[in-house]
């Protein structure tokens, strides 16, 4: 017999199978010993009460054999002699699930990766933090894995009609992750173990056929007729398909910039624009489960935050408990702010985005921007402007090497210099400085109201022991690139298809990841596949 149920338990028994069996007997009315094995459905911390609990969702096997977590397992096809290749720019979680539906259908993928595999990619990541030495073409963004690689891995998403999310979180099983990753209520995978699970990605393409290139950087398109026939990159070469996917992640600009140069149609579209806050982990850890230690068996607590500041959302991005503060930029001169966390998330910070909403209107209100870029106002890449600007500011108020400026929580609410910072997880370093000088007023107005309510809703967040380093600009992408709503094609140009988050159909690695199986499969039906 077969049955589920629902148990709410203590942190050090959600883990221990003799101590959940008496817990299963009671809630099904059986004996201990007739409870052959279960299955975890879901899994949540429940941290509402004085004591946190565990809620576990449980398929239960009584008084027959239990069976193995039955997991979803696609059958990838050899591709070597395909009729049909489809050229896949860029190498993040919408290109790598992108070329392995194509696989699926039995379509060969030509993968173009303007970075480096991951492995590689580490040594410029090294150079970044160790020595403020940014390679533009290999870096937090842009290499094997795209930006997600090294942010965490974090997989939640509200995305549910967009793709089957089962199939992505079992994709990634298959590939290394932890099944845990299949009930946890909010699952992510590590940026320590994300490069290895990219790598087996990778080797399974090639196995299949399909082609991945690294430092192919794509800087021009082959048209013909209203239609894309292939792409050329900066080394020269020529790749020529049936189709190409364009899933270039929301920082490559200059793809941004060739498709506003060839007079293809792209639209600003709205971003966020905030700091990274940093506390110590202990503090959030006590707020959220209200206890002087949370010991061994629960999880570091993380935090959701939004607070509405009169027209104007402020809310947290991509909290990362146990983790670091990153540095992001992709061009020389600017400063860009992420953060991710190794799978234990065992560092001794806590840090988020803190982030308020840009719309069109409100760079438009900003004097000092206006009056550089007044000239493109009605150019569909001034947000974007708008937003290396920002990270321009954010630069030089840090002095260099990609010190970035920072000041405690406190002082920049009530705009105060901090004499003093304390200690951070951002490896190149901050230096205090003024955030208001670097920030727009109205981003700066909603962040210092942000923080008073925030200050509220978890006891000791809004404290000088906090740190806020800037800027956290690259939430998603300043532009938009169309696409037709059934065909998902380019409206002006056929077999270009935008994908995920640097096209703006994206927020994070599972939709990224199921937009790209997406428009794969809408091109496999147009192949008759």
């Not at 600009?253 to 579209?269: T, V």
């Not at 806050?277 to 570091?300: F, M, N, S, V």
Request: charged residues 20%.
């Amino acid at each position: 017999m077969q049955q589920t149920i629902t148990l709410r338990v203590q942190p050090e028994e959600a883990g221990d199978t003799q101590r959940l069996h008496p817990h299963i007997a009671g809630a099904l009315g059986i004996k201990p010993g007739t409870v052959t094995g279960y299955t975890i459905l879901k899994s949540s911390i429940d941290a509402r009460g004085r004591q946190p609990m565990i809620q576990l969702s449980l398929l239960v096997y009584v008084d027959e054999p239990a069976t193995e977590r039955e997991l979803v397992r696609p059958v990838y096809k050899d591709v070597h002699s395909a009729p049909q290749k489809v050229v896949v720019i860029g190498a993040g979680p919408a290109g790598l699930f992108a070329a392995l539906q194509l696989i699926e259908k039995g379509i060969q993928p030509i993968v173009l990766e303007r970075g480096k595999d991951v492995r590689t990619r580490r040594r410029d990541l090294a150079a970044i933090n160790k020595q403020g030495i940014m390679n533009p073409e290999s870096n937090y963004c842009f290499g094997e894995g795209g930006a997600g690689t090294y942010s965490d891995g974090k997989l939640y998403t509200r995305s549910n009609k967009r793709g089957d999310i089962n199939k992505i979180l079992n994709t990634f099983v298959r590939f290394g992750a932890e099944e845990k990753i299949l009930y946890q209520a909010h699952p992510h995978i590590g940026t320590n173990k994300l490069p290895q699970i990219i790598t087996a990605m990778r080797e399974q393409i090639l196995r299949c056929g399909g082609a991945v290139h690294f430092n192919k950087k794509v800087t021009g398109f082959i048209t013909g007729k209203n239609s894309l026939k292939g792409v050329t990159t900066a080394d020269g070469d020529t790749f020529t398909a049936a189709a190409v996917i364009l899933a270039t992640g929301h920082s490559a600009r200059d793809i941004f910039h060739l498709l506003h140069n060839e007079g293809l149609q792209i639209e600003a579209k709205p971003f966020a624009l905030g700091v990274r806050a940093e506390h110590p982990q202990t503090l959030i850890d006590q707020a959220q489960y209200k206890c002087p230690a949370r010991g061994e068996w629960l999880p570091p607590a993380s935090y959701s935050l939004v607070q509405q500041v009169g027209d104007r959302g402020v809310f947290s991005f991509c909290m990362c408990p146990g983790g670091i503060i990153a540095p992001a930029a992709t061009g020389q001169g600017e400063i860009v702010v992420n953060g991710w966390s190794p799978s234990k998330r065992n560092n001794p910070y806590a840090n988020s985005g803190i982030v308020v909403q840009v719309a069109e209107k409100d760079v438009h209100a900003v004097p000092a921007f206006k009056k550089a870029y007044g000239a493109a106002a009605n150019s569909p890449l001034f947000l974007l402007y708008f937003q290396q600007w920002v990270e321009q500011l954010a630069f030089q108020a840090g002095g260099g090497r990609l010190v970035a400026p920072a000041q405690r929580m406190v002082d920049f609410c009530e705009g105060r210099h901090s004499p003093s910072l304390p200690d951070c997880s951002y490896l190149p370093g901050i230096h205090s400085a003024p955030l208001w000088e670097v920030l727009p007023p109205f981003v700066t107005t909603a962040l210092q109201q942000g923080f008073q309510h925030f200050g509220n809703k978890i006891k000791g967040y809004y404290s000088n022991d906090a740190v806020i380093v800037a800027t956290e600009s690259r939430t998603s992408s300043p532009v938009r690139i169309p696409r037709d709503k059934d065909t998902l094609e380019h409206p002006q140009l056929q077999n270009l298809y935008p994908c995920g988050e640097g096209a703006g159909y994206a927020g994070g690695i599972v939709s990224a990841a199921m937009d790209g199986e997406r428009v794969a499969n809408i091109i496999c039906s147009r192949l008759n596949l």
